[in-house]
């Protein structure tokens, strides 16, 4: 008896001892900790991954700020990201890589190694026990540990959440400015015998970045495949990309196009080459195909995206995809003489969900029906297709922004 006795009170003793304790000299104390855990969970912070909300399991510890630096556990964002991330026990070393890049943190240590070499932290990695089980999860410093894997840190204060971008791979997208006023002075021009409205002035900065669907050694659809005519989806699309461009640029409309020439980009890269340059709409310019012969005519596809905190595209942009594709639709319905298929709700489209902005995918027309690919086969189908979408985006951009 007297022993559990003695032994109850050297627990209760190191208890004592270690509530109070820092960790040796990194000015962070256990009452650090546990003012951070008390103050987040009564405002929980947020955290998301190119504008996708992440979600943490019951068994993590959720988000942490201490001393003003944000903590989450390890795996819930790089694993996610595609990093690797591991634990050394014995060594009480975190090592979190991401490409060719490697963090290694030392739990309690205010000294972190980026591919080797010796970086000073203001808050290390902890291991935080939040319900009292004595379970603690492992929490790093979210900035330090993204920004060095390369990734863009920002924070949204108003839905009290840290916002990642992960790495972009290959070049950096590029804004192009419009061009200077074009001559007339005039609210539109004419083009063939179309009208095309100018871009008002309240709408005038917001970026429309432009993606040609597929490139490189993704040609996308073929049409007429082995014959002489062959037609390949990636050659069409950037050739209606590259002169949507210069349309836009033409009404006063600031663009990013996602490639410019004939190579390959992932999906979710494309995306987020478009939430790095903080786009307002994102159009992905494609051709259709399909085993019935017979289908074709022109679709639009959408998604109407909400926020983890229930904003709709109209809130958070002033604009939705909705109306986006529907004006694109009847434009290209009309310029091209294409039928009308409709637009469709996409949420399952990786460059639709992986976007934080509204964004549409345009599929102009069929490569595997012959009629369409006719008409695709025309000088003119390209220049069409670019006028009726920017047509559509203008109205979109002008009916949004008075
Ligand atoms: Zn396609």
Aim: aromatic share 6%; charged share 20%; with cysteine.
């Amino acid at each position: 008896m007297k022993r559990i006795l003695i032994t109850v009170t050297m627990i209760l003793m190191l208890m004592a001892i270690m509530s109070g304790m820092a960790y040796a000299g990194t000015g962070i104390t256990q009452s650090d900790i546990k003012e951070g855990l008390k103050f987040c969970e009564e405002y929980p912070v947020g955290l998301s991954l190119d504008g996708q909300r992440i979600a943490f399991s019951q068994s993590d510890v959720p988000p942490v700020i201490v001393k003003e630096r944000t903590l989450i556990p390890a795996r819930a964002l790089f694993e996610k990201m595609g990093g690797k991330v591991t634990w050394q026990n014995d060594t009480q070393k975190v090592y979190v890589t991401y490409d060719d890049t490697e963090v290694v943190l030392t739990i309690g240590s205010n000294k972190a190694l980026v591919n080797g070499k010796t970086q000073n932290l203001e808050v290390p990695a902890l291991i935080i026990d939040n319900d009292g089980d004595y379970y603690g999860s492992t929490m790093i410093p979210v900035r330090f540990t993204a920004e060095a894997l390369g990734c863009e840190v920002g924070w949204q204060d108003s839905t009290r959440s840290v916002l990642i971008s992960s790495p972009v791979k290959g070049e950096e997208p590029v804004v192009t400015e419009p061009n200077e006023n074009n001559s007339t002075g005039s609210d539109s021009n004419t083009v063939g015998s179309w009208q095309f409205d100018q871009l008002h002035e309240a709408a005038k900065g917001k970026i429309v970045a432009i993606d040609m669907g597929h490139g490189g050694k993704d040609s996308g659809s073929i049409g007429h495949k082995g014959q002489a005519d062959e037609l390949q989806e990636k050659d069409v699309n950037l050739a209606v990309g590259l002169k949507l461009n210069e349309y836009l640029k033409s009404a006063g409309v600031s663009t990013c196009m996602i490639r410019d020439s004939d190579v390959y980009y992932t999906l979710l890269e494309r995306a987020q080459k478009a939430n790095n340059i903080g786009a307002t709409i994102f159009i992905s310019v494609h051709n259709n195909s399909s085993t019935a012969a017979s289908a074709h005519g022109t679709e639009v596809l959408y998604n109407s995206k909400v926020n983890g905190d229930g904003e709709n595209e109209q809130q958070l942009y002033g604009i939705d995809s909705k109306t986006i594709a529907t004006n694109i639709e009847n434009e290209m319905v009309s310029i091209l003489g294409t039928t009308k298929r409709g637009i469709k709700n996409s949420p399952e489209m990786a460059v639709l969900n992986k976007t934080s902005m509204p964004a549409i995918i345009v599929e102009g027309a069929f490569l595997s029906n012959e009629n369409d690919l006719q008409m695709m086969q025309k000088e003119e189908f390209a220049d069409h297709y670019a006028l009726a979408a920017a047509k559509g985006i203008v109205k979109s951009l002008n009916d949004a922004y008075k």
